[in-house]
């Protein structure tokens, strides 16, 4: 239920335009002028705005109300007002900071992006003629130029998501020095589809103190393109994440240039003295994970390996390396634990189960007889607060003595649990004699009701299990 002061909030964003406003009033009608999706609004405030920052995150808040309207236009309103008090001529504006970073799922970063690189253009156009007129009016006889006045301008901390159809446009306006009105700092870096040059040619142009995160997408440029990229990831100091993802780094085991692309890789990851989190997956490191890691300076936080191909050796390397005692997230899954997997994947448990908070086994083929080998092990991971285990053919008697024995694990908040084996059938095919296996809903709804009741009897409300395997990729481990 809303409280006094929100209700009154949205009783007065319902009008326009807004009455003159005290300052204290600013945060509590731009939540609620958001959430109402009241564009028009949003730009007065923002016109106005009182305060030298501007955080998307800490004024919204909760963002599990962010789901009724098209934010777009809310984020659009907002950045297209940043950009009018910035060419409105003899206009002083308090603003300094927006800060759109960790803008919920609901709004498109792509989109956030593609608005931010058109008011960055915008504003840099408005300087250019400004300053070609300026320099017209203030040519003397010797015919020097006098040099506009400085202004601080507003610098707009972002996420950027760049596609191939919004590159362009993005590679113009990032180059925006200091000197300029609208600055671009860029904390978490995506890219899809693009080109290694292209990824080089961004880099270059972000400021170096503000990266935090990049994650490369579906670009596939094997060893020799990570290796072009590499080497300008070393200007940014406080890169803490690192992901090349779907198959971006593949074959290393089996290509020619692989054991001098490998210890490039290596060196230059070596060079990234804050990075904490990488992301390796669908890479086929078999056997290669020791030298990728040879050179790291400092224990990884977060390591992902998920579909690596990974051998009995590159598990038990990690178990004897000095992350373990500081992996607070692990992904192993897509690899099949009944190759060897199982003893080295236990040892590894052991070394992290004092630090380890996120474990995904997703695709493993474990199956009870493993889960039972393994849960002793799993139950010394005292702090484990997110347990995925989707996809793996595990009956309910084995899930329930899952459940059973990890409620007490007094941290554990979210179990993704397979389908049971015992709630499929065989069912012909379209294909004529081949069969299919079909999941039973009424067996199914009787698990999920049976594993409920287990919960509400243990009071254990705070723990959640379900078999649904989306939802959850963007949780943030550290916090759970």
């Known amino acids: 239920m809303d409280s006094l002061l929100l209700l009154c909030a949205r009783r007065m964003v319902a009008h326009h335009p807004l009455p003159t406003l005290p300052a204290h ?20 405030l923002v016109a106005t705005w009182p305060f030298p920052v501007l955080h998307f995150q800490r004024l919204l808040g909760h963002r599990e109300l962010l789901q009724y309207h098209d934010y777009k236009l809310c984020v659009e309103a907002i950045i297209q007002a940043v950009v009018a008090q910035l060419v409105k001529p003899g206009h002083h504006s308090s603003l300094r900071v927006l800060d759109i970073t960790g803008l919920p ?38 015919g020097a130029v006098t040099a506009p006045p400085q202004t ?26 200091i000197a300029h009105l609208l600055r671009l700092k860029c904390r978490e870096f995506v890219s899809d589809e693009l080109l290694a040059s292209q990824i080089v040619t961004l880099l270059e142009s972000l400021d170096p103190s503000c990266l935090r995160r990049v994650k490369l997408w579906l670009n596939k440029f094997r060893l020799t393109g990570l290796s072009v990229i590499l080497p300008h990831l070393s200007r940014f100091p406080e890169l803490r994440s690192l992901s090349f993802q779907e198959g971006n780094v593949y074959n290393l085991d089996r290509m020619p240039e692989s054991a001098d692309g490998i210890r490039c890789v290596a060196r230059h990851l070596g060079m990234l003295p804050n990075l904490r989190e990488l992301s390796l997956g669908y890479s086929r490191l078999s056997g290669n994970l020791r030298h990728i890691l040879s050179d790291l300076q400092a224990p990884l936080e977060s390591l992902e390996l998920d579909c690596c191909f ?57 199956d009870n007889s493993h889960l039972h080998a393994l849960l002793p092990t799993l139950l010394r991971c005292s702090r484990l607060r997110f347990l995925r285990l989707y996809d793996n053919p595990l009956c309910m008697a084995a899930l329930k003595d899952l459940l059973q024995k990890t409620l007490e694990l007094p941290d554990l908040k979210l179990v993704v649990y397979p389908q049971p084996r015992d709630c499929f059938r065989l069912e012909p095919s379209e294909f004529g004699r081949d069969f299919r296996e079909v999941v039973d809903e009424e067996l199914l709804a009787a698990v999920t009701a049976e594993i409920s009741q287990l919960l509400e009897n243990s009071g254990r409300t705070d723990l959640v299990w379900t078999d649904n395997p989306y939802g959850h990729e963007g949780l943030d481990y550290f916090s759970l």
């Not at 009033?25 to 007065?44: E, I, W």
């Open 105 to 142: 799922a609901v709004i498109p970063t792509w989109f956030s992006t593609e608005v931010l690189a058109k008011a960055c253009m915008e504003v840099s156009r408005y300087q250019q003629e400004f300053q070609r007129r300026r320099s017209k009016r203030h040519k003397g006889c010797t």
């Open 25 to 44: 009033l600013y945060p509590v009608l731009f939540q609620v002028a958001f959430l109402d999706g009241r564009s028009l609004v949003l730009r007065d």
């Open 310 to 366: 990974l051998v009995p050796a590159d598990i038990a390397f990690l178990s004897q390396s000095f992350h373990t005692a500081a992996l607070k997230k692990l992904n192993l899954s897509g690899h099949n634990i009944s190759q060897g997997l199982l003893e080295p994947l236990q040892l590894l448990l052991e070394e992290t189960s004092a630090s380890l908070l996120y474990l995904e086994l997703e695709c493993c083929s474990m």
């Open 152 to 177: 601080s301008g507003v610098d707009v901390h972002a996420d950027l998501y760049v596609s191939i159809s919004c590159y362009s446009i993005l590679r113009d306006a990032l180059p925006t020095g």
